[in-house]
């Protein structure tokens, strides 16, 4: 019954995708690395030198890095700058002629935070410089976050999400606590666990300098790997997987993996845009999980896959109302890209931009494109939700709502002028998102 079966650390999806990209990086950097590699501590055995803080130190522990990382130093310039010339930065990578790496000045009192800060931007360097990912992929700064985990500075970028500290202000001292990073601490602390569990590393040594927050999810993932050999990545076939998984793999993974295996192979099929009458029956199957993220990710993969995911339409239909608004938001615009019938689908969506909430206003708004014209009875609602959004001062929902206006009413403006009539200063807010900059009223 799976009462004694210990819960994964993290939800399917942030499990999945830590695996998923463990894979990826094994494929691009051979798993030999990750095998081989020493993990290097927050001692003075691996940074020996006395450090000062100064630009100098710095210089240092990046040729260190370097070396272990089997990067050329030479032609990577390090460059320190005021923090107020890095806002919300604490590190830069640039490439041109030769690769800059600019680190805010507040870093070099904290090494072990600049190990972490210089690991990253170096990583930058392996995946940018060899073309492996682009600034382009929607998580490349988290692959970014992982690519030092599976060369062994995992440790520093786990202690790094979260600092606390005094800071002096003139005659008075207060705590403070800062965040840095794009991985969250606990996807930290599971990605060391697989990390630790393909090396055996079952009872890592290291892992009494990882902060609590990173060490606790590190502990409980070991004990959840070594419980149920749940991973894509796997010490015992490591060295036999396939890439790209075959696709007899993928539909085992997608009828009787685990939320997270499931997940996995939904977005392998989806990049891979597989659309066999197998593997379609296979990605419908995982709308009915009970997982709160699988029957989503299910949902946008089968609205990617066009003529071929047309039987799943009904199944689709009946996710509109799971209790997870994100699987009914992806639901609406699979069915939205599978062309739906309108008449059948807008009560429904009416229903779904009625519920005020943002995510699935934006998904759902941006489906309705294909429909065009037909779905000019939901303007109203849709303006509806610009209208909070104007409220909440949220450019980054009213902006791209608004652009859709123009596809489903044949006068954008008019149709925001007739539904702001009571207030104009509202009204004005959305005519000036509406109109391009070169037709701004005077």
């Known amino acids: 019954m799976g009462w004694f079966t210990p819960n994964p650390p993290l939800i399917s999806i942030e499990k999945a995708w830590v695996e998923r990209r463990m894979c990826w990086l094994a494929d ?3 798993i030999e690395r990750l095998l081989n590699t020493e993990v290097i501590l927050p001692t003075e055995e691996y940074f020996p030198a006395a450090y000062q803080g100064s630009p100098d130190c710095a210089h240092q522990i990046m040729l260190q890095l370097c070396e272990h990382l089997g990067i050329s130093a030479d032609p990577i310039e390090l460059v320190v700058l005021p923090d107020e010339q890095m806002p919300e930065a604490a590190g830069l990578y640039e490439k041109q002629d030769h690769t800059v790496i600019r680190v805010a000045q507040s870093q070099l009192r904290d090494p072990e935070r600049l190990v ?15 073309g492996l990912i682009s600034d382009e992929s929607p998580d490349h700064e988290w692959v970014t976050d992982l690519l030092p985990v599976f060369l062994g500075l995992g440790i520093f970028g786990a202690n790094s999400v979260l600092r606390e500290g005094t800071e002096r202000m003139g005659a008075y001292e207060q705590w403070a606590m800062s965040s840095q990073g794009y991985l969250p601490a606990r996807m930290f602390g599971y990605s060391l666990a697989v990390f630790a569990f393909l090396r055996g590393e079952l009872d890592p040594s290291w892992a009494q300098y990882l902060r609590l927050d990173a060490a606790s999810v590190l502990k409980s993932g070991i004990r959840y790997l070594k419980k149920t050999d749940d991973t894509l990545l796997h010490p015992d076939s490591v060295y036999r997987r396939s890439s790209p998984v075959p696709e007899s793999d993928l539909l085992i ?6 939320a997270s295996a499931r997940i996995a192979a939904v977005w392998d099929v989806r990049e891979r845009e597989l659309a066999s009458t197998e593997i379609v029956e296979a990605v419908c199957g995982c709308l009915d999980h009970r997982d709160p ?13 066009g003529e071929a995911a047309q039987g ?10 799971h209790h997870e608004a994100g699987a009914r938001a992806k639901a609406g615009a699979a069915l939205l890209r599978l ?3 309108p008449d059948d689908l807008i009560p429904d969506l009416t229903l779904l931009l009625q519920e005020q909430n943002k995510r699935i206003a934006l998904v759902v708004a941006e489906g309705l494109i294909v429909y065009g014209k037909k779905a000019e009875q939901l303007a109203p609602k849709v303006l509806d939700q610009v209208r909070i959004a104007l409220i909440d001062c949220d450019d980054h929902t009213s902006f791209p709502l608004l652009a859709v206006l123009p596809f489903i009413v044949e006068d954008a403006e008019q149709t925001t002028r007739d539904f702001f009539a009571y207030d104009n200063e509202l009204c004005e807010m959305a005519l000036s998102i509406l109109r391009p900059p070169d037709e701004e009223q005077p």
Do not use: W
Not at 293 to 305: F, K, N, Q
Not at 312 to 321: C, E, K, M, S, T
């Open 28 to 30: 691009h950097f051979g």
């Open 116 to 130: 972490a800060t210089l690991a990253h931007e170096l990583s930058h360097e392996l995946l940018y410089g060899r």
């Open 253 to 258: 993974q997608l009828r009787s993996g685990s």
């Open 293 to 305: 993220y699988l029957p989503g990710e299910a949902a946008d993969c089968l609205g990617s896959m």
């Open 312 to 321: 799943a339409i009904p199944h689709l239909f009946r996710l509109l109302q």
């Open 339 to 341: 062309n739906a019938p």
